[in-house]
Each structure stands twice: as structure tokens, then as C-alpha cells.
């Protein structure tokens, strides 16, 4: 009977109701997981990649048994599961499952979960503070029944044009797009490039955001063909490195650019020296500088091409000194500070040549008179330059003659009223 009594009193200690309940009471209870989300910066900038690690766990005692993410961002972000260097992306949408973590073990956290994601953008950003909201749908058994729930997390992030890194107040991102055009200026200056020197400071300031603009246009533009151009691709962030680079291509480019103008000014004084003509220069000189200017003896290249049978030009070129004097001739010219008059000049036996008859039955005097030049054939004059003498035209015996432009009133040329050619072929 005692025997009894004591099973009795253990059975009752042991089985209480209360203690059940209670027990049932702490498995029926919703979990109260943790979600961590842990951002590698908090800025992100265009075409752009951030990698985002989320964890999720709760250490109550009920198992969870599935977890389901759901991200509310911005229209221009984009979430894969691809690693930013990676060259194949796979975008998510809707809802991301999260994996089960199974190589951590513990005695108190029944369900640990794990994604790594990558936060993407492209080149169409808006700058500006936003949150990302992370809600995340997970599951649980509660008995034979699946009991349901959501957490939730927000995760500020600024997006900025060309990132906020900044040396003394000044962004990095601008001064990659000041760096370039600045040492592209300092170098043509210093090399001595003319139109560099007349430039203003302002003005310079704003060619160089230009200059920059342009390489570093054209570096995001061929970085798929030259993968070492990344160096000046201020898009995908800047550093001191690609400063350096960015210097380096704006002075490199200077150099090229002094070279390319140094060798077209050297270009420009040989042609200059081909035409200008001056007081020491040889009556022939003269009288060749005179034809290569003229456009009918010496035409573009399409109208050399396609001339045929020359007309007649027979230019008369008529000069009145404020002295009263008048002179006349075949060609002539009034240049900044003197003006010039020529005679008629012949090739002498050129008639018996073909290759110049063909020339001059174009009109192509000039190559008339180079072509005899480069067959050494004399080139003579034919008429001298006459002057009014009571009315009377009168032979002076010169083929040139030149006189500074404060002694001249009047200079007229006038075609189809010379005597012949100013260029002729001898017997």
C-alpha cells in the first residue's frame, strides 16, 4: 500500500499538467530570428558592383525550415548571385531563397542561413539617399502544422556620381576629369605651342574638363579591346594609381599634340616661304611664286583633273604709283606690305617639247613651270614691263618689279586684256 502510494506521488510529479503545458506552450511560440545584412560600403556609384552578405539565424528552439528574401530597391539596381568580376550575370528577381548553413554546429541555434548577393548598377543611375528594405518570409513546425512569419531590415546606401572620395574638398571622380586636360594644357604650353599661350585661364579650365572628357570617353568606349585601358576609366572608381595614368596620358598626349603642331607650323612657314615673296628674290622666283598663286594657271587638284582645252586667261595687271607713274604687266599682286608686277616669260625651246604642249593646252601654266624647272629648260623673258610715256606704251626692260604698298594708289588686274600668256613656250 505504501509502495503504491509513493508510485502515486511520482506519477503525479512527474506527468503534471501544468509542466506540460508549459512546455507545449514554449514549442507554440512564433521564433524570434536575427537577420544581419552587412554592406561592403555604404555608397555606390554607376556601373558599379557591391557585395552584400545576409544572414539569418534564430537560436529559440524551433527549427525553421524555410526562409524566403524578398528586396525592395531602387528601379536602377539589379541583385545576382555572380561575383562583380565575373563576365556571365545572372539577375534575380522576386524572391531569393536563403541556403542553410550545415558546417555550423551549435547546441543553441537550431537554424543558421547564409546568400551572399551582389548589389549591381549600370551607367543610368539617380544620385540620391535611399533604403533597401530586406523582408524575409520563414517557416517553422508546430506540431503536424507549419506556422509562418516575416522580419524585416532597412539598409541606407547613397548613390553618387562618380563616388565621394575627395582630397581637400575635391572629389576624386571630378578630379579624374581635371587631371588629364590640365597636364595636357601645362605640357603644350611648356612645349611652346602658340595658340596655348594666347589661351585664357578660365578658358583653359574649361578645355580641360574637355580634354579629359574625351579620353576618358574613349577609354570606357575601347576598354573591351584594350582591357589595360580600365587605368583611365573613372567609372569604376579612381585612386591614386589611375590619377598617375590620367596624368601620364594628358602629358603624353600634349607631347603628340606640340609634335602634330610644331611639324604643321614647319609645314605652313615652307609653303609660306614657297609664296611670300620678297625684295631679294630673283626675278624667275618672283615670276614662279606669282603662278603658283593664281587660280587659273593654277588650279585645285579636281579642276586639274578634269580640265581640258584652256581658253585663254591673257591677264593684265596694271599698277599707278602715287607719283603719277603707271606700269603694267602680265601678273602682279598686292600683298600686306608690298606689291608686285611681272613681265611675260617664255620657255625657251619648250615648243618642241609635248609633255609642256599638253600642259599649256590645259592652261596648267604653273606645272608648265615647274615641269621646265625640273628639265632644267631656260626660262626667259619674253616682254618686259611697259610703262605710259605720253600716252605711249614703253618697254622699262625689267621682268619684276616690287615697291613697298605706301607708294602705290592703285593696283587692278584685269584678265583677257594682256597681249598673250603670262607663260609662253619658246623656239
Known sequence: MKTSSLQLVLLLFFYNPLALASATDSHSEAPKPTMNISLSRQNIRENDCLPVEIWFFNEDGQEITEVNLHIATPYFFSWSTNPCKAKNDVNLSGNINLEPVSSIQSATSKSIRFRELYLKTGSDIEVGDYNLLFTSKFSWKIG???????????????????????????????????????????????????????????????????????????????????PWLHYLDISSGISIHKLIWLACTGAGA????????????????????????????????????????????NPLFIKKFCSKSFAGYKPQTTVTLKNGTIYFGSLGEQGRDTTVLAGWFEVANGKNDTILKKLLNKGLIFEVFNSAHEKKLLINLSDSIKTITDGTPTSIYKSTMVWPNNKVSQFVLEPYKGQEEALVLGE
Open 144 to 226: 503536424g502544422e507549419v506556422g509562418q512569419s516575416i522580419i524585416a531590415s532597412e539598409k541606407p546606401i547613397k548613390v553618387n556620381f562618380l563616388g565621394s572620395e575627395s582630397v581637400a574638398g575635391l572629389p576624386l571622380g571630378l578630379a579624374g576629369l581635371i587631371v588629364p586636360g590640365l597636364f595636357f594644357w601645362i605640357f603644350i604650353r611648356f612645349l611652346g605651342v602658340p595658340w596655348s599661350l594666347e589661351t585664357p585661364l578660365g578658358d583653359k579650365l574649361i578645355y580641360s574638363i574637355v580634354v579629359s572628357f574625351i579620353f576618358v570617353a574613349l577609354a570606357s568606349g575601347l576598354i573591351r579591346f584594350a
Open 254 to 297: 600634349g607631347m603628340i599634340v606640340s609634335f602634330l603642331d610644331y611639324m604643321c607650323r614647319k609645314k605652313r612657314a615652307k609653303s609660306a616661304a614657297e609664296i611670300d615673296i620678297n625684295f631679294n628674290d630673283s626675278p624667275t622666283v618672283i615670276f614662279g611664286k606669282l603662278l603658283r598663286k593664281n587660280k587659273t594657271y
